[in-house]
C-alpha cells in the first residue's frame, strides 16, 4: 500500500473490486462444491460405515474442496489488505484510531 493518499485510495477501490469478484466466485465454489457432495453422497450410500461414506464422499469432492479454500484464503489476503489501507488512510488523513 502507498504512503501517497491519491495512490492508497486507488488501491483501495482495487482491493475492493477484487473483494467484490473474490466474494463472487467463493459463492460459486461454495454452490459447485454442495452440488459435488451431494452427488457424491448418493454414489456412496449403502456402502460401509457413515464413516466410510463420509471419508469417500469428501474424497470425491477434493478438486472442488481446494478450489473453494483457495478462494477462501484470496478472500481473506484482499479483506486483510483492504483493513491495511482503511488504517493507513485513517493515519494519513490525521484521524484517530480506535
Do not use: C, H
Not at 477484487?18 to 463472487?24: E, K, Q, T, Y
Not at 481473506?76 to 488512510?89: A, D, H, P, Q
Amino acid at each position: 500500500m502507498s504512503d501517497n493518499p491519491v495512490e492508497l485510495y486507488q488501491q483501495l477501490v482495487k482491493a475492493e473490486v477484487w473483494n467484490a469478484r473474490i466474494s463472487s466466485l467463493l459463492a460459486e465454489a461454495n454452490s459447485f462444491l454442495d452440488r459435488a457432495e451431494s452427488t457424491a453422497l448418493k454414489e456412496v450410500t449403502g456402502t460401509g460405515t457413515d464413516l466410510d461414506r463420509r471419508v469417500n464422499m469428501r474424497a470425491r469432492v477434493a478438486n472442488e474442496r481446494r478450489v473453494r479454500d483457495i478462494l477462501l484464503g484470496l478472500g481473506e489476503s484482499i479483506r486483510n489488505r483492504t483493513i491495511l489501507g482503511m488504517s493507513l488512510r485513517r493515519q494519513n488523513a490525521g484521524e484517530r484510531t480506535l
